[in-house]
Every structure is written in structure tokens, then in C-alpha cells.
């Protein structure tokens, strides 16, 4: 791509994270899906967990169920069990990564597999399109040694999830709205561009450090939304920074949700408590 056609995205606006707790108690920090930005189409929430203190986050997410769209957990240090209903089941370790597609219903629960020490991660929901909401649930885990390390220069270390930059594609496949999903870690004053789809939907989450985002400087916790273009230039800050990259296709539609549940009417969101009540979500059995 040439000077000439790189379309640089600014910054709309920079939020601090919010801080809340789910599951059974577990501490978070909250940046999508809080009352400064309820969504960002696609995305639906993106929560942070980063503590050394195990009361913050010992007890986990107890079993419960999603529909409708996919839930990805990406692992910074530490290790959290997955274990459901379609009979996945692992450990979520420093550097990995699960991509669940809930479609049309899975019950899952996730546990620390640890009893002290640092815990720091993240899960982001997205939205999955009405066509697709009712598809089969499938699970993708990728370890660590699975997902792309690209040292781009000095001071400038990406690991690819998903998308394509550099001459390195990342191991998730098949998710409807193209998704980029890329950690990026920057010493004190590198510099990167960042390519990402025009069109798409962008933050950037810094959750260590600081960093100049097109510009602008942006603090630990705090979640910058791009405006549109098709790369970012990134910065570190004066002790350099580590963030997250993210991107996806908007889907421009009617969205519908409470809770685990996000469909496309009233009507749907209602059929889906009553199948989770009446046990009809996907169940593998038991062997």
C-alpha cells in the first residue's frame, strides 16, 4: 500500500475503563458495554481482568449459558479452565486464545486454574449476524505457540490473532465479520502502522503502560475508538505501552439482548430463555 493510499484513522474518543465484576465476584475493568458505550457494532462488551490478588478473581464464571453471538478470551498471564456443554473442555494459558460461537445456545463455565499470583486477560463479545445466530456452537483454542509473533522493528513485537498483516495471517478462521485481533507491545517512543479494514469497526484497548494512538496520548485502562480509515499509527509512551488492537465488520443490525442472550427481536430474545429453561440448548452426552 503507498503513501498515497493509506488513510490514516484518528481518534473519536477515549474512555476510561470501567470498574465493575461479574461471574462470581470477579474483578473487572469494563470498557465496552458500560454506560459510557453500551456497544460498538459489532462489539458488544470487552471486559479486563488484571490483579495479583486472588479474591479478586478465585471464585470465576460459574456455569452459564450465550446466544446469538461468540465470546473470545485471550490469556496475557495466568491460566483459566473452559469446560461446556458440547464437550470442549481445556486450560486457557498465558498467550492463548478462545474463540467460542455460541449460535444457538452453549453452556459453558470458566475457573482460575490457579490460587494466587497474576491473572491478566481479556474477553470480548461480538455480535453475531441474524442469519447466522442459530448456527451450531463451535469452539476454537489456540495455544500460544499457535498464534504469529511478528518483531516488526525495534521496540515493535505483535502477536497476531486474527487478520492479516506483515506476511503473517492469524489462526482464527471463519468469523463473519472479519475480525483483527492483535497484541501489541511497543517500547518507550516505537512506532507502528497498524493496517485494518476500512469500514471496520476500531479500538484500541492500552492495558499496560501508555501509548500515542494517531496521536493522541492514552493511558492505561483506557479504550481509544477509532475513527474510519484503513491503518493506526501507534506510539509508545514514555515507558512504552502494550495494548490491544481490535477491528470488525459492522453488521447494521437491529440488536436485542439481556444478559447472556443477544438476538434480533423481542420475540427471539423471549424463545431463548424459554429453550435455556426447558433444556433445549445444545448438550453433549455423556459418555
Given at each position: ?6 488513510k ?14 461479574d461471574?462470581?465476584?470477579?474483578s473487572?475493568?469494563?470498557s465496552?458495554?458500560?454506560?459510557q ?6 462489539f ?29 478470551t ?18 486457557l ?10 449460535g ?6 470458566e ?18 449476524p ?45 468469523i463473519?465479520?472479519?475480525p ?17 479494514p476500512?469500514?471496520h469497526?476500531?479500538?484500541?484497548y ?7 494512538i ?13 475513527r ?29 439482548r439481556?444478559?447472556?442472550?443477544v ?7 423471549m424463545?431463548a ?15
Amino acid at each position: 500500500m503507498s503513501d498515497a493510499d493509506t488513510k490514516a484513522r484518528g481518534v473519536k474518543r477515549v474512555l476510561r475503563a470501567m470498574d465493575t465484576s461479574d461471574g462470581a465476584g470477579v474483578s473487572l475493568k469494563r470498557s465496552i458495554g458500560s454506560p459510557q458505550l453500551d456497544m460498538l457494532d459489532p462489539f458488544l462488551m470487552l471486559d479486563s481482568i488484571s490483579t495479583d490478588n486472588a479474591d479478586d478473581y478465585i471464585a470465576g464464571f460459574p456455569e452459564h449459558p450465550h446466544r446469538g453471538f461468540e465470546t473470545v478470551t485471550y490469556m496475557v498471564e495466568g491460566a483459566m479452565g473452559h469446560k461446556d456443554s458440547i464437550g470442549s473442555e481445556g486450560v486457557l494459558r498465558s498467550g492463548g486464545v478462545q474463540w467460542m460461537t455460541a449460535g444457538s445456545g452453549i453452556i459453558h463455565s470458566e475457573t482460575p486454574k490457579q490460587e494466587n499470583g497474576l491473572l491478566q486477560g481479556f474477553q470480548l463479545w461480538i455480535n453475531l449476524p441474524a442469519k447466522d445466530k442459530m448456527i451450531d456452537p463451535r469452539y476454537q483454542n489456540i495455544e500460544a505457540p499457535d498464534v504469529p509473533e511478528i518483531a516488526v522493528s525495534d521496540g515493535v513485537d505483535l502477536r497476531l490473532v486474527a487478520g492479516e498483516m506483515f506476511g503473517k495471517t492469524g489462526p482464527i478462521n471463519g468469523i463473519s465479520t472479519d475480525p483483527v485481533f492483535v497484541d501489541v507491545k511497543l517500547d518507550a517512543g516505537a512506532e507502528v502502522s497498524i493496517p485494518m479494514p476500512e469500514g471496520h469497526a476500531g479500538v484500541v484497548y492500552v492495558f499496560i503502560g501508555d501509548a500515542v494512538i494517531a496521536g493522541k496520548d492514552v493511558p492505561t485502562h483506557h479504550l481509544a475508538v477509532l475513527r474510519n480509515g484503513n491503518s493506526v499509527t501507534l506510539k509508545g509512551g514514555e515507558d512504552g505501552g502494550r495494548m490491544l488492537v481490535i477491528a470488525a465488520r459492522p453488521l447494521h443490525e437491529q440488536v436485542v439482548r439481556y444478559g447472556p442472550f443477544v438476538m434480533s427481536s423481542k420475540q427471539e430474545l423471549m424463545q431463548a430463555f424459554d429453550d435455556f429453561q426447558n433444556g433445549r440448548f445444545v448438550r453433549k452426552a455423556a459418555s
